[in-house]
């Protein structure tokens, strides 16, 4: 088990150093591209760079790319619903994983996750659909695991976090903007 799981989730589609390089090494990074699988000479850079400004870097479903390299952690996703997904054992590896409701965060239970990010917990670009805080809340409460908020956080709605049972926050827009970090 993992005990120091970073509070702050970063979400990437490509490992360029440049777009990372001012984060706070609270922020860990997770590579979430689906159609682009990364090669390995961008892995390592990315890795190195991670591993000396001592910063996580986590990569989204790609089993055989986190043991290969010994990464940091993997982050499955809620449309991964096998449950012997990720077996593998190591002192110290972050697995976390995202849900949408109970029937999913059932499954990262049982997928072995250490922490879940819940969402979307506020209106999004891409989605009206939402939880909004009182479900947020609910579904947060059928868990014991670490609850992480993701979807819709920007600055006009940070201090709404500290309602919820948020053990941090993950996000794909908001550390882009110095002024956020």
Do not use: W
Not at 80 to 98: D, M
């Amino acid at each position: 088990m993992h005990r120091n799981l970073p509070k702050f989730y970063h979400f990437i589609d490509n490992l360029n150093i440049k777009n990372i390089k001012n984060f706070d090494k609270k922020i860990a990074i997770i590579y979430r591209n689906y159609q682009k699988k990364p090669d390995k000479n961008s892995i390592i850079k990315f890795k190195n760079f991670c591993k000396k400004k001592k910063q996580k870097f986590l990569i989204s479903n790609y089993k055989d790319l986190v043991i290969k390299y010994n990464l940091d952690g993997i982050y499955i996703p809620s449309f991964n619903k096998k449950k012997n997904f990720f077996n593998y054992k190591k002192q110290n590896l972050i697995i976390v994983g995202s849900a949408h409701n109970l029937f999913e965060i059932k499954i990262k239970e049982q997928q072995g996750v250490q922490s879940i990010f819940l969402c979307p917990l506020f209106k999004t670009k891409k989605s009206n659909r939402y939880l909004g805080l009182y479900q947020y809340n609910k579904l947060a409460n059928l868990t014991k695991l670490p609850i992480i908020a993701l979807g819709g956080i920007n600055q006009s709605n940070l201090k709404l976090l500290r309602i919820t049972k948020s053990k941090g926050f993950a996000a794909i827009n908001f550390f882009k903007n110095k002024n956020n970090i």
